[in-house]
């Protein structure tokens, strides 16, 4: 993976989001994901193993899947999905200023509705929803 910018962070420090390249078999095609990084001095490790074992077993299409984890320099990296239109948050504030159309707002409240209820059927509560945690795909 090669690491490119940095999409986002976390307010506690302890993790940023950043663009990638990955390299795919067979070694002639490159795809653009997204890297998690998580400082593994700073989050509990037992806690960490939980997150990443329970993202593992998520599948649905509301939610980005985790497509590897791995431990590289002393970091936790989780590679998911890339969504170039970045976040809602970044929908809002850079193209969308004076607010959405509601036809808009329901869509993606709809959406976010489908994904909770997955999450919540299979025993998972997402802890931190906020729009710059809910990511809008560029092929939509």
Excluded at 38 to 59: A, G, H, T, Y
Excluded at 108 to 137: C, M, P, Q, W
Aim: proline content about 1%.
């Amino acid at each position: 993976y090669q690491l490119r910018a940095c999409i986002g962070a976390s307010e506690s420090g302890t993790s940023s989001v950043r663009v990638a390249t990955c390299q795919l078999a067979g070694g002639d095609q490159q795809a653009e994901v997204a890297v998690k990084v998580v400082d593994l001095e700073k989050r509990s490790l037992v806690q960490l193993q939980q997150e990443v074992m329970r993202m593992s077993q998520l599948s649905n299409r509301n939610l980005a899947p985790l497509h590897a984890a791995f431990v590289s320099r002393g970091e936790l990296w989780l590679v998911m999905q890339y969504h170039a239109a970045g976040s809602c948050c970044d929908v809002m504030r850079y193209a969308h200023r004076h607010g959405l159309e509601e036809d808009v707002v329901l869509t993606i409240l709809r959406e976010v509705a489908f994904g909770l209820d997955y999450l919540h059927r299979n025993g998972t509560i997402h802890r931190h929803l906020k729009s710059s945690n809910i990511l809008i795909d560029a092929k939509v």
